[in-house]
């Protein structure tokens, strides 16, 4: 059974908020939980009465490489990856519009699974044909502190809506993904297990990578 095919629903949205809570959001991004439960409160009527939408950490609310850690499998806490030293230079691609607010929603989140073996690019063309938005490294990550079952062996993920631009145009062939540590070179074997942000090429094919995407997004 994959998350692609046979989806479970987010918690509510109330849930979720509390997760954030838990894990010590407010005070990592410098805000307190009222202002939080503020900007949640804000989407309630925004919520799809079809399905529970993902409640969302913006990017600008608390960087990625603070979030990481809080990510969790088998009792590991998540990593990015040694040789991703700008990862701070990653940004949201002008393509996909963020709603300008701290929490928002990304309603009819899938795993991609179906579009595994392609490279980003080719899978940035497939989601396109299908009307559907890639999600961001953040979308990714906030949807792994709700629900980290998503991620599993061999059922991992790319965010390729998240992109380093280059000074001169285009992009930095990195593109953000989501998986599963093996424990090897310098990730070291105490972190075998353990869900790892790292980054892979744009033109590079995994036959464990999918492409997680969007229905749209909702926010003030």
Request: hydrophobic residues 40%; aromatic residues 6%.
């Amino acid at each position: 059974m994959t998350a692609s095919a046979h989806p479970e629903p987010l918690p509510d949205l109330a849930s979720q908020l509390q997760r954030y809570f838990e894990l010590g959001i407010p005070a990592l991004a410098g805000v307190t939980e009222g202002d939080l439960g503020d900007a949640a409160a804000d989407l309630q009527s925004q919520a799809a009465p079809s399905g529970t939408p993902l409640l969302a950490l913006h990017p600008d609310l608390i960087p990625a490489r603070a979030l990481a850690p809080l990510l969790a499998r088998e009792g590991r806490p998540g990593f990015v990856v040694e040789d991703w030293s700008d990862l701070e230079d990653f940004t949201t691609v002008p393509t996909v519009e963020l709603p300008p607010a701290p929490l928002y929603l990304v309603h009819g989140i899938d795993r991609g699974d179906h579009l595994r073996g392609a490279s980003p690019e080719e899978a940035l063309t497939a989601l396109a044909g299908d009307e559907r938005s890639p999600l961001t490294l953040h979308e990714g990550i906030s949807w792994l502190l709700q629900e980290p079952g998503r991620l599993e062996p061999n059922h991992c993920f790319m965010t390729i809506a998240t992109r380093r631009p280059k000074p001169r145009g285009g992009y930095d062939s990195r593109t953000p993904a989501l998986w599963i540590s093996g424990g090897t070179g310098r990730d070291g074997a105490a972190r075998r297990g353990a869900p790892k942000v790292g980054w892979c090429w744009w033109r590079n094919r995994h036959t464990w990578l999918g492409f997680a995407s969007a229905a749209g997004r909702a926010g003030k």
